[in-house]
């Protein structure tokens, strides 16, 4: 109580000199309280969970870019200079697979990326690579979908990926399975397929920063917390995917999704 009535005391000083300045500070205090919101709060994103009716609430998806060394190449990178990266996607790019996945609009040239999702129980900042597993709940399945020729004029230009990479539904996803019924998936075939043709095929074990590594080292940028989901890379062979195509893509030990273009 005491604590309370400083801050109180503190932020009613703030109103006297700093004016409309400290109302910032009086709104997040009131969203520590219960909230009476002027619009309807958006939908929960969340992911279907193998076994169970629950579901895995999605916080934030940060995706790892040029994670495999073959994939660096063909994206004219050099791995043995440029170590992977990040990027994010907004949550509610996250769709279920079995849904489909629109083709986008401004875009003439979608393109697919298989990928292994981590999804994260628990987090930190500066997480040690020998304790980052202990914060991984699941690992599924998805696809990193991307509108390559904006990427394009958007590397040309220097300028950020969002439009290329994050876009609306830009990441459908499987169900997950969680670390207690599969373990830790480290290494295993990953493979996608187009109309029953399989154009990627690698294994988890190539990944240029491990999990634990691409976990201690995303906790040096941010804070991590229970609900982020990791999309870990994509393997060589991207291609460009048409209205009608049907992908499958697996991971050994996760299944198989399937994602039609609609
Ligand atoms: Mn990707």
Same mark, same amino acid.
């Given at each position: ?63 790892? #870019? /040029? ?6 190449? @063909?994206?004219?990178? *050099?791995? &043995? ?6 990027? !994010? ?98 290494? #295993? /075939? ?6 029953? @043709?399989?154009?990627? *095929?690698? &294994? ?6 491990? !999990? ?51």
């Amino acid at each position: 109580m005491q604590k309370l009535n400083t801050t109180r005391r503190h932020f009613l000083a703030g109103i006297a000199v700093a004016g409309a300045g400290t109302v910032a500070s009086e709104l997040s205090l009131a969203a520590t309280q219960e909230a009476a919101y002027a619009i309807d709060p958006p939908p929960t994103t969340s992911m279907a969970i193998v076994g169970t009716d629950e579901r895995f609430p999605v916080r934030r998806v940060f995706c790892l #870019g /040029r994670n495999y060394r073959a994939h660096a190449f @063909e994206s004219g990178d *050099d791995p &043995d200079v440029n170590p992977p990266f990040f990027f !994010i996607k907004p949550r509610d790019a996250v769709v279920d697979a079995s849904l489909g996945h629109p083709y986008p609009q401004i875009t003439r040239a979608l393109r697919y990326e298989g990928e292994m999702v981590v999804a994260l129980k628990s987090g930190g900042v500066n997480i040690s690579e020998s304790e980052a597993l202990e914060h991984v709940f699941a690992y599924g399945i998805g696809l990193d979908m991307t509108r390559e020729d904006l990427q394009e004029v958007a590397q040309e230009l220097s300028r950020p990926w969002a439009i290329s990479k994050s876009f609306d539904n830009s990441a459908p996803c499987g169900p997950l399975y969680t670390v207690a019924d599969v373990g830790h998936r480290l290494n #295993g /075939r990953i493979w996608l397929s187009v109309n029953g @043709e399989v154009r990627q *095929d690698s &294994d988890l074990s190539l990944m240029r920063w491990s !999990i634990p590594e691409a976990i201690n080292i995303l906790s040096s940028h941010y804070e991590l917390k229970a609900g982020d989901i990791i999309m870990t890379g994509t393997p060589e062979n991207v291609d460009l995917v048409e209205k009608g195509d049907l992908i499958n893509c697996g991971v050994e030990g996760l299944g198989e999704i399937e994602v039609l273009i609609t």
